[in-house]
């Protein structure tokens, strides 16, 4: 039996649902039985039933999906598959912000960690962050954390005043409008699509700025045939299985995300024959986290 054929077979046993993210590794993609954005892979998370949810993204993204299924043991196929952004923002710096700002709304960009969730207002996605932030009273001030390049993209779009944490997506981050000239110089009838945790500066040279999801359905009923992707490359893979017959280019060098990649096959067959690493949270962490999180999905539904 190989791997795959083991897998699957663990998958029967456990009655086990596999979710990965867009910028996983390709055969991460293909196992998955959903694959998706942040915002939709929250969704699959709150209304799955499976006994078992093996994630296969970095770490507060499965912290979510144990928040939204707590009764699932979800399991975290490589522990080390971490997200800097989401490090960028403790419980004790939020604390200490509120301290000082109490009248101030915290909108937390999925991006955190559960202890950080259960410490805000709102939470929002790339994909909502533009109708969280629009549904929000505009007397109130707000603190968007921890993506500041994301805050300030959506922002510039509402004409809405906000605070920024001081942090960024380093791979998205590193995405500069050079490189995105050096592209469109190369491939002149390409439209560019920009992720919004790219900087400003970068999304102000994109057709469209877009979540991963938001990507994949452009590119999807476009009738355009040919696309400049301007986020972590491992979305590619996808695009071109949806649409065969259009092209997409990424930039150079190549956006990529180290913690994304470092979930293997081999991990995801160690987790499930082990049941482990599995994301474990207190319950009082996990009910005060979901209040922002359902928030969220109210506001989107």
Known sequence: MDMHEDIAALKRDLRAVILAHN???????????????????????????????????VRFMAETAKILSPDSIVLHPNEFSGCPMADMASPEQIRKYKS???????????????ECKALVDICCTSGNAEKIISS????????????ANLGRNIAAKLKRPMSFWPGCCPTHNRIQPEQVAQAKAAHPAALVLAHPECPPAVVALADRSLSTGGMLKFAREAAAREFIICTESGIIHRMQKENPAKIFHT??????????????????????RNLAPRIELPDEVIRLARRPIDKMLAVQD
């Open 23 to 57: 910028y996983t590794l390709p055969e991460i993609q293909d196992l998955a039985d959903f694959v998706g954005d942040s915002l939709e892979l929250s969704r699959k998370a709150a209304a799955c039933r499976a006994p078992v949810i093996v994630f296969c993204g």
């Open 100 to 114: 000082a700002h109490p009248d101030t709304l915290l909108v937390a960009y999925v991006n955190t960690t559960a």
């Open 136 to 147: 929000l009273p505009a007397e109130r001030e707000i603190m968007f954390l921890p993506d």
């Open 251 to 272: 930039l150079a060098p190549e956006p990529l995300c180290p913690n994304m990649k470092k979930i293997t096959l081999q991990d995801v067959w160690s987790a499930m």
